[in-house]
């Protein structure tokens, strides 16, 4: 432990604890080897940031004006302007959302453009699903069953493009994709998104000065902005690259930094989008290519996922992923890789000192994206046409990297592992033999609930370690996982999603899975994936008759870092999904107020009226969900528990199955 955090009221990691805790010993070992190395990393500069401040950790700083930057405390309860806690808090909190919204509206942007393109015959690609186009084109309300693929086609690209950008108010049309019993709560509560781009300015606007008094205002703007950033951004990215590239199919991939191979060119694909990707793919597997590894010595080509464009790379073509964001330096500290493709967000400055270090090549693939010592060959969608011959290049640059750069320092640790992943709605579903098939496993106790496990780690805990310890526990007490992100490369690299993981589950767990043929933590892909893990819940949901909200489903989040994600968890509640998160800054439950001693001596639990809205009745009246804050990975599953047994026992369902080795 490198410090108490009386703030957070929790023990914060220091780069010793990550070292000696990672549960994926690779990493452990990558850590160890850069640091004998005199490296920089995340974790160096994590340390050397602390103690962090206490008034950031509990959102509790305002920087909205000039006046600021203000902090709110028992002695000066409120800032220049006149805005108190609650005001501050959420209004940091709306934000974040409007950020991670921002991400992910280009990300989607990028998507829809690209099925434009394709669909003018601009874009060389074939689109790879029908069905799912099919699907979009009814959800959006743009296709009868016999308008002709190509409209369909063009018609759900400029929809998605129109619900990402326009300014008037009419409510979001992929409004169409989500439940419509929530759909119902959401008009009632006046929480009806509009556009992405809208709920954004709007988001903005409110949160300066001056522009809005009312926190709880101010907390519904942040709710429709998740449920545009959700719709327009996640569903849109998935469905997109779903109608693009295929639907996924589950594989087993081997694992983690092992895949690396010193004798072979070693490229990593980073980032969010996959148009690059695949076309990048497609140039690596071409006899140029290969012909010119062989000539630089190389005894073949390695393709290795990093991030989320690393899930969509082993979704659909069983490229084994090495790492998750947080973990980037260390994968490039191998020394091995020889080229780092990287599009679009989560893509730590950091990573440029160590790729000098090694005289990895950097290559950059977006234009909001750019590294000062990269090289930029960009893919703008609107203007295509070289798309082709600049994955070439880039694939040309890989293999020069290789011969070109010293490899005396190469060092790979050995670790490994397999993994089945590559979920979604439909393969979970028909894995356990459909959703009238499912539903009775839960009915019956014998899966205790699902929880959806996501987000980002934090070097605020030692590597992963917070995913790992409640994803073992929760599958030990009977609860079947799905998971995204990073979070699901922090169950690769723990084993949870290998052959293996079944063997500490729950009897009936266990038994399903077994059935199922698959293992108890699935992983359905990249964060915009998530869209997946909500459908797979609101398919439950919808054959049990049930709202969303009444049901035995819960949002893991213990190491959210990035603004997306925080945009995520706004959304679940919003689906009245209750959410335990972890070790998360700036979320609007601070340890003040009247709760201040009980925080400080290391209880999440205060009295503040931000407590009382997240974690009581006010969300919860309006949602059906609650927040809960568990920095503690033990505490956080013995919530999570508590509320998908709360769930059962409200709904008259069977006990949770007892956890294994429990009489
Ligand atoms: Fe977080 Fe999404 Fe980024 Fe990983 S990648 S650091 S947002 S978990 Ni999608």
Not at 136 to 143: M, P, R, T
Not at 446 to 462: D, E, L, Q, Y
Not at 537 to 549: I, N, Q, T, V, Y
Not at 634 to 644: E, S
Request: proline content about 6%; hydrophobic content about 45%; charged content about 20%.
């Amino acid at each position: 432990m490198k410090y108490h955090s009386r703030h957070l009221g929790a023990d914060i990691a220091g780069k010793d604890d990550a070292r000696r805790l990672a549960p994926n010993p690779a990493s452990a070992e990558m850590i160890a080897h850069l640091e004998d190395a005199g490296i920089e990393t995340l974790s160096d500069r994590s340390d050397a940031q602390q103690p962090q401040c206490g008034f950031g950790l509990r959102g509790l700083c305002c920087r909205m004006c000039q006046m600021g930057p203000c902090r709110i405390s028992d002695k000066s309860p409120r800032g220049v302007c006149g805005r108190d806690m609650e005001l501050i808090t959420v209004a940091n909190l709306a934000r974040a959302v409007a950020a991670g919204c921002s991400a992910q509206t280009m990300h989607a942007r990028e998507l829809a453009l690209t099925l434009l393109g394709v669909t003018r015959g601009e874009i060389a690609l074939e689109r790879r699903s029908t069905s799912r186009l099919r699907d979009a084109g009814g959800a959006l309300n743009v296709a009868f069953p016999w308008t002709p693929m190509e409209e369909v086609a063009n018609s759900v690209a400029r929809t998605m493009m129109d619900d990402l950008g326009r300014m008037s108010g009419e409510p979001l049309r992929a409004l169409g994709f989500a439940p419509k019993e929530r759909r119902r709560a959401w008009e009632a509560a006046g929480l009806t998104p509009r556009s992405a781009a809208l709920e954004v300015v709007e988001s903005l606007h409110m949160t300066t000065l001056g522009a809005c008094s009312d926190w709880r205002e101010m907390f519904a703007q942040a709710v429709r902005t998740s449920l545009a950033y959700a719709y327009s951004g996640l569903v849109g990215a998935s469905v997109l690259t779903d109608i693009l590239f295929g639907i996924p199919e589950p594989r087993e991939v081997e694992v983690s930094l092992g895949v690396l191979k010193a004798d072979h060119v070693n490229i990593l694909v980073h980032g969010h989008s996959p148009v690059m990707l695949e076309k990048l793919l497609s140039a690596i597997d071409t006899e140029e290519i290969r012909e010119l590894a062989r000539e630089s010595g190389a005894a073949g080509i390695v393709v290795g996922g990093m991030c989320c464009t690393g899930h969509e790379a082993l979704a659909r073509h069983g490229i084994p992923p090495v790492a998750g964001a947080m973990a980037q330096e260390l994968a490039i500290g191998t020394g091995a890789v020889d080229a780092v493709v990287v599009d679009m967000q989560c893509v730590l400055p950091g990573m440029q000192t160590v790729a000098e270090c090694f005289g990895t090549r950097i290559v950059t693939t977006c234009e909001s994206n750019r590294i000062p010592a990269a090289v930029h060959v960009p893919f703008d969608p609107e203007r295509p046409g070289t798309l082709d011959a600049d994955a070439m290049t880039i694939a040309r640059l890989a293999v020069d990297a290789f011969a070109t750069r010293d490899r005396s320092s190469i060092h790979i640790p050995a670790a490994g592992g397999r993994a089945t992943a590559g979920f979604t709605r439909e393969a979970v579903l028909n894995s356990f033999g459909g959703v009238r098939k499912l539903l009775p496993l839960l009915e019956s106790g014998a899966i205790r609930g699902i929880a959806a496990m996501v987000g980002c780690s934090t070097p605020k805990a030692p590597c992963e370690a917070g995913h790992v310890s409640i994803a073992r526990e929760l599958v030990r007490s009977g609860v079947l996982v799905l998971t995204s992100g990073c979070s699901a490369h922090a169950m690769f690299g723990a084993g949870l999603c290998g052959p293996d993981a079944l063997r500490d589950a729950a009897p009936g767990l266990r038994e399903a899975c077994e059935d199922a043929g698959i293992p108890p933590v699935l992983a359905m892909g990249s964060c915009s994936d998530n869209a997946r893990i909500i459908q797979v819940f609101a398919a439950l949901a919808h054959e049990a008759r049930r709202s969303l909200a009444d049901m035995p489903f819960v949002l893991s989040g213990p190491e959210l870092v990035n603004e997306k994600t925080v945009g995520q968890l706004v959304a679940m509640l919003a689906h009245g999904i209750t959410s335990i998160v972890g070790l998360t800054p700036a979320l609007p439950i601070p340890a003040v107020g009247p709760g201040l001693e009980a925080a400080e001596a290391g209880s999440s639990i205060g009295s503040n009226p931000m407590i009382e809205f997240f974690g009581g009745d006010g969300l919860a009246s309006l949602v059906g969900a609650r927040l809960l804050v568990r920095p503690d990975p033990a505490d956080a599953a013995a919530a999570i528990l508590d509320t998908l047994d709360a769930k059962r026992d409200a709904l008259g369902w069977a006990g949770g199955t007892p956890a294994a080795g429990a009489a």
